[in-house]
C-alpha cells in the first residue's frame, strides 16, 4: 500500500488563504471561550483571593452565555478548517534535512497538542453542556481548566509560528478562481471565499442555536438549547428533587433551617418562621455553567437578616448546605461580600408563587453574579467557622 501524499488531495478549494481566514474567527472564538472559562472558574473557586463581584447581576449570565455560544460556534469552523490542511499531515519529511527537521519536528508537534486539545475542549464542553457527564463533575471543571491553558499556548505558539505566512495570505487575494475540481462537464460548485462564508454562517448558526437558552428572543431557534423556558415558574429545573433524593426530606412538617456556627447550633428557624421575616423581592438570573438562563422574580428573606436574626454577623464565609444527601453541589461556599449583598436571599417564592419542590422548596440560595451551580436548592443549615 502507498501512503497518500499531499498530492493526492484534489480539492484546490484548500489553500493557506481559506486556512488563515477560517483561522481568524476560530481564533476569536477561542479567545472569547478561554476568557469566559477563566471567569466561569474563578467564580466557582471556593475562595477567591480577589473577591469576586456581586455586580453586575447578569454578569455570569453574559460570560458564560457567551462561554457555551463561543464554544459551539468554533465546532464548525475547527472542522473546516482541519479538513482544509489536513492533507498536510501526509507531507514528507527530508529526514536529512538538520535544524529545519528539529523546526517542522516542532511546529507538527506543537500542532498535533493545539488539534487535540482544541478537540477535546469542544467535546467535553458540548458534553457537558448536553448534562451528560461520564465523569464526576468536579473532575470535568479540572481537567477543562487545565487543558484550556494548554490549547491557547499551543494556539498562540502556532499562530507566532505561522505568522508570516498568516500576514502574506490575509493581505492577498483568496483566489476566486481556484475552485473545488473544476472539470469541463461540470462546472466548479463551492469557491473558496464560499467555502470561507459558509464555515462562518455554519458557526454563526450553530451560535444562535444555542443563545436561545440564554436570550429570550432566541428562544425558538434554540434547537441546541436544551432547556429554554419550560419548567415551573417559566425556570428550567436542572436537578429534580426526585434525583436530588429529597423529596421526603423537603416535605418533612418537621424541615428546619438552622443556623450553625463552629460546629455549634445557635438559632432554628420553621418555614413559617421564615415567612416572618421581612420579605424581599429581587429580580436576578439562574445562568448555569451549561450555558442556559433565566431571569425570574425572587421572593424572600436575605441571608444577612437571617444571619442576623440568630445574632450572626456577615463577615465571613457561610457554608450553605443542602438537604441533599450525596453529590458535590450539596453544599457551596458564600463569600463575604455575597453574604452582606441585600440581592442575595434565601428564596422562598419564584415569580409570585411558593418555590416548587424542584427549584429548592422550603428553601433555596439566590445570590447576584453567582455560578448556578452554586445557587443551592433544599437548603437546611447555614455554617459560619469563626
Ligand atoms: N442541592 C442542589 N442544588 C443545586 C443543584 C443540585 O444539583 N443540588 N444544581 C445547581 C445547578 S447546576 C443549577 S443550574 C441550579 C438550577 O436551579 P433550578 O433547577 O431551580 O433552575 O441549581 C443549582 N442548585
Ligand atoms: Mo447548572
Known amino acids: 500500500m502507498r501512503i497518500p501524499g499531499p498530492e493526492d488531495f484534489g480539492s484546490r478549494l484548500r489553500s493557506p488563504a481559506v486556512a488563515a481566514r477560517i483561522g481568524v474567527w476560530l481564533g476569536a472564538t477561542f479567545g472569547i471561550c478561554f476568557l469566559t472559562g477563566l471567569i466561569s472558574h474563578y467564580a466557582q473557586l471556593p475562595s477567591h483571593p480577589l473577591p469576586f463581584p456581586t455586580s453586575p447581576s447578569w454578569g455570569y449570565r453574559l460570560t458564560q452565555g457567551l462561554h457555551v455560544t463561543s464554544g459551539t460556534a468554533a465546532v464548525p469552523l475547527l472542522l473546516v478548517k482541519l479538513w482544509s490542511v489536513y ?34 475542549q469542544l467535546v467535553t464542553g458540548a458534553m457537558n453542556a448536553a448534562q451528560w457527564y461520564p465523569w464526576s463533575s468536579f473532575s470535568f471543571r479540572t481537567v477543562h481548566y487545565a487543558l484550556a491553558w494548554v490549547a491557547i499556548g499551543a494556539l498562540l505558539l502556532h499562530i507566532a509560528v505561522k505568522l508570516p505566512v498568516i500576514r502574506d495570505v490575509l493581505t492577498q487575494d483568496i483566489d476566486e478562481t481556484a475552485h473545488d475540481r473544476p472539470t469541463a462537464v461540470e462546472p466548479a460548485s463551492l469557491s473558496r471565499r464560499g467555502l470561507v462564508r459558509t464555515a462562518v454562517a455554519a458557526g454563526g448558526v450553530a451560535a444562535l442555536a444555542t443563545a436561545g437558552s440564554t436570550v429570550p428572543l432566541l428562544r425558538r431557534v434554540s434547537v441546541f438549547g436544551v432547556r429554554s423556558g419550560d419548567g415551573p415558574g417559566g425556570v428550567p429545573v436542572n436537578k429534580s428533587a426526585f434525583a436530588a433524593g429529597v423529596e421526603t426530606s423537603a416535605t418533612s412538617p418537621d424541615y428546619l433551617l438552622r443556623i450553625v456556627v463552629d460546629g455549634q447550633e445557635v438559632g432554628t428557624f420553621t418555614l413559617a418562621d421564615l415567612r416572618a ?23 424572600g428573606v436575605r441571608v444577612r437578616e437571617v444571619l442576623a436574626a440568630a445574632g450572626v454577623g456577615s463577615d465571613r464565609d457561610v457554608g450553605v448546605v443542602s438537604l441533599q444527601e450525596a453529590g458535590p453541589f450539596r453544599r457551596t461556599i ?53
Open 87 to 120: 492533507p498536510r499531515l501526509f507531507e514528507r519529511v527530508d529526514v536529512r534535512a538538520g535544524r529545519r527537521l528539529l523546526l517542522t519536528g516542532l511546529e507538527r508537534g506543537s500542532i498535533a497538542v493545539l488539534v487535540a486539545s482544541a478537540i477535546f
Open 277 to 299: 421575616l421581612p420579605q424581599r423581592t429581587e429580580q436576578l438570573p439562574i445562568a448555569c455553567v451549561e450555558g442556559w438562563s433565566a431571569s425570574a422574580s425572587w421572593g
Open 334 to 386: 458564600l463569600p463575604p461580600n455575597f453574604v452582606r449583598d441585600d440581592r442575595t436571599l434565601l428564596a422562598l417564592d419564584l415569580n409570585g408563587e411558593p418555590l416548587d419542590l424542584d427549584h429548592g422548596y422550603p428553601c433555596r440560595l439566590i445570590a447576584p453574579n453567582r455560578p448556578g451551580v452554586l445557587q443551592t436548592k433544599w437548603v437546611t443549615a447555614l455554617e459560619v467557622t469563626t
